[in-house]
Every structure is written in C-alpha cells, then in structure tokens.
C-alpha cells in the first residue's frame, strides 16, 4: 500500500494484469453478486435525470424494476446503489446475445446522454472505499473475472493502465500522473 493524496493505494493495482474478456465472461459481472453497482451521491441526481433518455434501450423487466425500486436504492448495508431484477440483474443491463452490457453506456455511446455509466462500473475491477479522512483504492477479485487476468496477462497491461479513463474521471490528471510515477519506480 502506498498513499498518493487523500488515497491510501494498493499495489495490486500496478503489478497485476487485468483486460475485460466479454467474448469469455459475458458480462457477467452485471448479473452475478449479491447488491447493485455502488453509486455516489451526485450520481443518483444524474441516473435521475437521464434515466427518461436510457430507458428506451433497457429490457422490459429493468424498466419495471427502476419503476417499481426508484433509479438508485440504499442497499442493506446503507450504501447508494443501482437497483436489481429479481436480486440478481442490474435493472440497467441489456444483453447483445448472451452477452450483458450496460443500456446507460449504450446510450452514451449513441450520443443520446453524455454520462458514460457510474464510475464504480467504468472502474471495475478496481474498488474504491471511502473513510473519514481517506479514500482506499484496492484491485477487487472475483473469480468470474479470470479471463480478463488472463487475457491481462497475455497483453501485458496492468490493471490501472486499463481503468485509465476510469481513475482519471474519479481522481483527475494529476494524481494519475502521480500513479504512474509510482508505478515507474516500483519497475525500477
């Protein structure tokens, strides 16, 4: 672990390899677990705003569950979250054949919206836990996601280069930069 700002940062984040490997998980990481995708506060005001835009790209069932649930909901632990089908699917999943996608990046990447999906999404598998007075930003394995180490692995490409945009969106240019510094002299 090592500190960079107001964030406490495991190592794990630049020595281990990680790509996303749809053609092997399907996705799966929108539809297997135990709550919805964590959100932050301003983003509930956002997936409340948009959601009259996405929800044409959404399945009859994801509709019914953000009608039924409300566009963000407090999982059980108190925390911000998207909602579930069923306690299982993101109510803001789709699928292209077997394989499951986001139906607010859908809209995104039509140029319908121009948020891309919430951060701890665009982030994964890179989990961030807010404390009092820092923030820990820890690599989050999950066994569904072992292709994507694989396929990390065989490309050579470490998990924060990856989540790049991700870590830039959350913590801005210049602590990526600094992420990067680190990750330099820890090769050295």
């Known amino acids: 672990m090592f500190q960079l700002g107001k964030t406490i940062v495991s190592e794990d984040i630049l020595e281990k390899e990680f790509v996303c490997n749809l053609t092997a998980c399907h996705g799966a990481c929108c ?6 995708a964590p959100l932050l506060q301003e983003e ?8 009259p835009k996405v929800k044409p790209f959404l399945r009859p069932e994801g509709i019914a569950a953000i ?3 409300g566009t963000w909901v407090k999982g059980t632990d108190g925390d911000l979250e998207t909602p579930l089908i ?17 139906g607010i990046e859908q ?4 140029g319908i919206i121009d948020w891309k999906k919430p951060v701890s999404c665009h982030l994964y598998p890179i989990r961030v836990k807010d404390f009092s007075s820092f923030q820990a930003v ?4 999950w066994d569904i996601c072992s ?5 990390g692995k065989e490309l050579e490409v470490p998990v924060y280069k990856f989540v790049k945009e991700a ?13 990067e510094k680190v990750a330099e002299d820890l090769k050295k």
């Open 31 to 36: 539809v297997d677990g135990d709550a919805g």
């Open 167 to 179: 870590l830039v969106r959350r913590f801005g240019n210049e602590w990526y930069e600094e992420l």
């Open 67 to 69: 009608e039924a649930q």
């Open 107 to 110: 809209a995104y990447n039509q």
């Open 147 to 151: 292709p994507a180490c694989s396929l």
């Open 138 to 141: 820890n690599y989050d394995r």
């Open 44 to 51: 509930t005001a956002i997936l409340e705003t948009i959601y």
């Open 86 to 102: 069923d306690n299982k699917d993101c109510a803001y999943v789709i699928f292209d054949g077997k394989t499951a996608l986001c």
